[in-house]
């Protein structure tokens, strides 16, 4: 079946738009909120699945729409508990998605793009490119269709793509995340990562609530444009600037609750090379680059990916550029390494078959 022929998805529409389609379907306007419903709330498999609807309308509605639920293609394991899926999209491409669980939480890292163009060095999904954008049914498939769903505490959009590069697709997904007629979660178990895309980010701040986690990795911007190339669409210091304008909460250093009630988070992701980025002068430039900002730095270990000249910074230097960067105001912490040996740690989603 081509593209053009496939029939439009409910999954991925806002109540307004499915009260919309009821309307258009000769159904009472009320029909839409069902709709939504059983979409988000009961997660149903099927249109045929939405019993208090007739017969006749769930035949029609099956005539005109499809779903939008697809089951994963494969399924890997990691030995820390990690668990990585592959979800076909609605556009005949593959994505994919990791499930980390914790004692405490179950966060999912989704995809919103099949590739990426941002073209980031150092990351397999950048190395595959941008082959298609994902719909919004496409981003909600690989939460709703997870195994562990109801183990589910967070979301992040750090997966294959830059969020803010399919920006409407996002911005709706995080809309039915988080509506009272989706899944009706606060916007603080959601957190969407950026390569600072002002433009999106922008818009996005303005529009949602969600949490916001900005890919820094390099303070200096004649190094980060070295390997960074869209430092030089969106230099890192404008992106900084705007953010400064936007109030987000630090979270409690003792606790890990949010100081504030209301407000978002804001941190900043920096994965740490050996004799690249690791180094005290390395570690000014960032505090002077976020100095004045409520954030929290997450330093990440780096991993080795095929033809790579980088190389993982050894923990000892991790642990002393953390140290150094809280005793000098930004909470920073590292961050653990999960599913290394399935691909699905940090920079390794790709769905390039010859990835492996």
Not at 17 to 44: I, N, R, S
Not at 46 to 66: C, H, P, V, W, Y
Not at 84 to 101: A, R
Request: with cysteine.
């Amino acid at each position: 079946m081509k593209n053009h022929d496939v029939l439009p998805t409910l999954s991925g529409m806002t109540l307004q738009e499915l009260q919309g389609v009821a309307l258009d379907m000769g159904l009472p306007k009320f029909t839409g909120k069902q709709l939504a419903q059983w979409l988000y709330a009961k997660q149903v498999t099927a249109i045929d699945e939405m019993t208090n609807l007739s017969k006749e309308a769930r035949t029609r509605l099956a005539g005109k729409f499809q779903l939008g639920r697809r089951p994963a293609l494969r399924r890997w394991v990691s030995r820390d508990g990690t668990v990585k899926y592959l979800f076909p999209t609605q556009s005949g491409h593959q994505v994919e998605s990791v499930f980390i669980p914790t004692e405490e939480r179950g966060t999912l890292c989704v995809s919103s793009q099949v590739g990426c163009r941002m073209g980031c060095q150092f990351c397999m999904t950048g190395r595959q490119g941008l082959q298609a954008q994902l719909t919004a049914a496409d981003i909600l498939n690989q939460i709703y269709s997870l195994p562990e769903f109801s183990r589910l505490t967070n979301v992040v959009f750090m997966g294959q793509g830059e969020p803010f590069d399919n920006l409407d697709a996002v911005l709706r997904a995080c809309e039915i995340l988080t509506s009272p007629y989706g899944l009706a979660w606060s916007p603080k178990r959601i957190t969407v990562s950026t390569v600072g895309h002002q433009k999106g980010l922008r818009r996005f701040l303005n529009e949602s609530q969600c949490n916001v986690a900005i890919s820094l990795h390099f303070a200096i911007p004649e190094e980060r444009a070295q390997w960074m190339p869209a430092q030089k669409a969106w230099p890192i210091e404008k992106t900084v600037q705007m953010l400064k304008e936007y109030d987000f909460c630090r979270e409690d250093e003792e606790t890990g609750g949010h100081l504030g009630a209301k407000q978002r988070r804001l941190s900043f992701e920096y994965i740490v090379f050996k004799d690249l980025n690791d180094s005290r002068k390395h570690s000014d430039s960032i505090v002077r680059l976020l100095q004045g900002l409520d954030c929290r730095v997450n330093l990440i270990p780096f991993h080795s990916i095929p033809d790579s000249p980088f190389r993982a910074a050894p923990e000892v230097k991790m642990k002393m550029m953390r140290d150094y960067l809280t005793q000098h105001g930004l909470f920073s912490m590292l961050r653990a390494s999960r599913g290394e040996d399935i691909m699905a740690a940090c920079g390794l989603l790709s769905t390039l078959e010859d990835k492996a």
